[in-house]
């Protein structure tokens, strides 16, 4: 059983920044992918990005240049810098993690946070 929850998240003007974490608790968590995921209202849950246990990472186009995703295997902690934010951006995000054997499939998912960006 693995717990995941996030944090961070608020209201924030476009242009600005915000930095969610995602901590977990049960299992092995140097040895998990970690990804960021997100929703917007009336929009399917889409792919934000991800990184390995080696650290390797993988953005979706969207935020390629404005959001980072880095861990700290020391505190069972994943996050995600977001940068230049834009009102495209809002939604709730979850963190979700990919246990060995390392499939691409997210088997625990966090509670969700929620990023509002206004005009």
């Known amino acids: 059983q693995v717990q995941l929850v996030e944090s961070g998240g608020g209201l924030v003007q476009a242009g600005g920044s915000l930095r969610l974490s995602c901590t977990t608790s049960?299992?092995?968590?140097?040895?998990?992918?970690m990804g960021w995921f997100r929703q917007a209202p009336g929009k399917e849950r889409e792919f934000v990005a991800r990184i390995s246990p080696s650290g390797s990472t993988y953005y979706t186009d969207s935020v390629k240049g404005r959001f980072t995703i880095s861990r700290d295997n020391a505190k069972n902690t994943v996050y995600l810098q977001m940068n230049s934010l834009k009102p495209e951006d809002t939604a709730v995000y979850y963190c979700?993690?990919?246990?060995?054997?390392?499939?691409?499939?997210?088997?625990?998912w966090g509670q969700g946070t929620q990023v509002t960006v206004s005009l």
């Open positions: 049960g299992g092995t968590f140097s040895r998990y992918r």
């Open positions: 979700a993690a990919d246990t060995p054997p390392l499939n691409f499939v997210y088997e625990w």
